[in-house]
């Protein structure tokens, strides 16, 4: 047998490797001229009924110390330190002081009503600027709020037949929404356990108008699924000893692949673009206003559900995907960033990011950001990616033409 030689490197030598090695550093954050950040919520204790009440488990449900819907102390903490990455972002693009009191009219926060984006907005304030009193904007508790959630305001134009309509288009039917997910939802079936399966509720795929006709019901196995892989991942995010995220059988790798069937969801209530549209024309209007209107802030935060943010991305053509994250099942506190920016010729232009916390970063409520640029198809300029504003105004007034009448 021949000994492997050792390779031993001058200290020049060694310095004379750095240059091929810089190259793995971060691109350097652009200069932005205005943002705005469409984000959910924070980690958050499971929602009355998330997990259907006839779905069976092998084992009791760990228990959350926080209140059913309610972001959770620890999702508290990981707002926080996502907050602290985003002031470091946005003083190194230029919109505001690295440290200090931002000016109110440069940031404005502003959330859905519902008390879990509340207390998110409030969290993610506390990191943003400690000691500083920033305003965190919303409608009262309870009240409907048309940027987050449009089709609780009853818009006239929607027509449930025509959005049934789509989402057949769309997912090419309820049973072949199911059938793509077929391995996920066995996945399941091995992480809850359960003796003498099956462990979820079994009834007919189906979607349909709402009795009342303002909405959609939506039935079957992913919808009954949906809520239970949810509620398996937030186990992991919230830190749970992993022992007792899915009775130690809901690995990473298997919470990742678990978020393929959350994120089914969505191709039914989010994607298809007959709810695209819906579901974003007012918050697509609170854009167009950001980006064009005179008193706008420099940085506008909206706090809204996974819902607002896998709709914009539907709206705008791009996938998201965090970290340890199925591909369009939206993380907590993950959101879509438009960047108002400069081009080399002078003239206005758009940038597209997923910003999001990675699992991990999540689960250890880290203080770090993953900045995932979005390339919008047929508008995609230079290495930088970007899109002429005039085009990507346009090209969000067609995507949410059907509901405007």
């Not at 079957?220 to 995010?237: E, H, K």
């Not at 705008?316 to 506190?333: C, E, Q, Y």
Request: proline residues 11%; contains cysteine; charged residues 20%.
């Amino acid at each position: 047998m021949i000994a492997s030689p050792v390779v031993r490197l001058s200290a020049a030598a060694a310095l004379a490797l750095l240059p091929a090695i810089a190259h793995a550093a971060p691109p350097k954050t652009p200069h932005v001229e205005r943002l705005v950040l469409l984000m959910r919520h924070g980690v958050r204790a499971p929602l009355g009924g998330e997990v259907p009440p006839t779905t069976r488990t092998g084992q009791p449900w760990p228990r959350w110390d926080a209140p059913a819907e309610q972001v959770t102390p620890h999702g508290a903490a990981a707002l926080q330190a996502l907050a602290k990455a985003d002031r470091r972002w946005f003083a190194a693009a230029g919109l505001l002081p690295a440290n200090g009191c931002p000016d109110p009219a440069a940031l404005r926060l502003w959330t859905n009503s519902s008390p879990r984006t509340i207390a998110s907005g409030e969290s993610y304030a506390a990191g943003f600027a400690p000691g500083c009193t920033l305003t965190v904007g919303h409608k009262p508790v309870g009240e409907n709020d048309p940027i987050f959630e449009p089709l609780g305001a009853h818009p006239a134009p929607f027509d449930a037949r025509r959005a049934v309509e789509s989402i057949d288009r769309f997912t090419g039917g309820a049973e072949a929404l199911t059938r793509r997910h077929a391995a996920g939802l066995a996945l399941l079936e091995q992480v809850l356990a359960c003796p003498n399966g099956p462990c979820s509720p079994v009834e007919p795929s189906a979607v349909q108008p709402s009795a009342d006709g303002h909405g959609i019901d939506f039935r079957g196995p992913i919808r009954a699924a949906s809520g239970t892989a949810q509620v398996l991942m937030l186990q992991y995010l919230e830190g749970l000893p992993l022992a007792q995220v899915g009775w130690g059988r809901a690995t990473p790798a298997r919470l990742e692949a678990l978020g393929a069937v959350h994120g089914a969801l969505f191709d039914v209530f989010s994607r298809p673009p007959y709810m695209a549209a819906f579901q974003m024309a007012p918050t697509v209007d609170r854009i167009t206003q950001d980006l064009t209107g005179a008193d706008a802030p420099k940085i506008d935060v909206l706090i809204g559900h996974d819902t607002n943010v896998a709709a914009l991305a539907a709206v705008l053509g791009v996938p998201v995907k965090a970290p340890g994250f199925a591909t369009n099942d939206p993380s907590p506190g993950g959101g879509i960033a438009i960047a108002l920016v400069r081009a080399p010729n002078g003239r206005q232009a758009v940038r597209l990011w997923y910003r999001s916390q990675s699992a991990t970063d999540m689960r250890a409520a880290r203080d770090s950001a993953v900045w995932t640029p979005l390339r919008l198809k047929g508008c995609d300029e230079g290495p930088e990616h970007r899109c002429a504003l005039p085009q990507f105004l346009k090209r969000m007034e067609l995507a949410t033409a059907p509901a405007r009448g």
